[in-house]
């Protein structure tokens, strides 16, 4: 299973949500220079995690399954392949198109 740094990912989730760190400090019962701290951590108490959840509305205890970790990985093959999809198929288009008007 992958490391997975639990504090970068609860950066990137209050990154994405609308409140201030002191707003997200407040409604996890923390300081902003704990919120921080939080940030730098390679682990945490899951009763902190669950709040941390509660309060920007994310499942960060998916991070930890096997079956999510699979998942994102066969995702991210997925999008590499449909990119070439798309770029081949605009390449078939836009020559189709030039022989077209001949």
């Known amino acids: 299973m ?3 740094h639990i504090g970068n ?3 990137k989730a ?6 201030s760190v002191s707003a997200f400090a407040e409604k996890i019962n923390k300081t902003r220079v704990n919120v921080y701290s939080i940030f730098k951590r390679e682990s945490i108490d899951t ?3 669950l709040k941390i ?6 499942d960060l205890f998916k991070l930890y399954s096997t079956d999510f970790q699979r998942l994102a990985s066969a ?4 999008k590499k392949e449909n990119f070439l999809f798309d770029k081949i198929n605009r390449a078939l288009v836009e020559k189709y198109e030039v022989s077209k008007k001949k």
């Open 2 to 4: 992958e490391k997975i």
């Open 47 to 49: 009763d902190l995690l």
């Open 75 to 78: 995702m991210e093959e997925l």
């Open 53 to 58: 959840c509660e309060v920007l509305g994310v």
């Open 14 to 19: 209050l990154d994405s949500s609308d409140l």
């Open 9 to 11: 990912e609860i950066k």
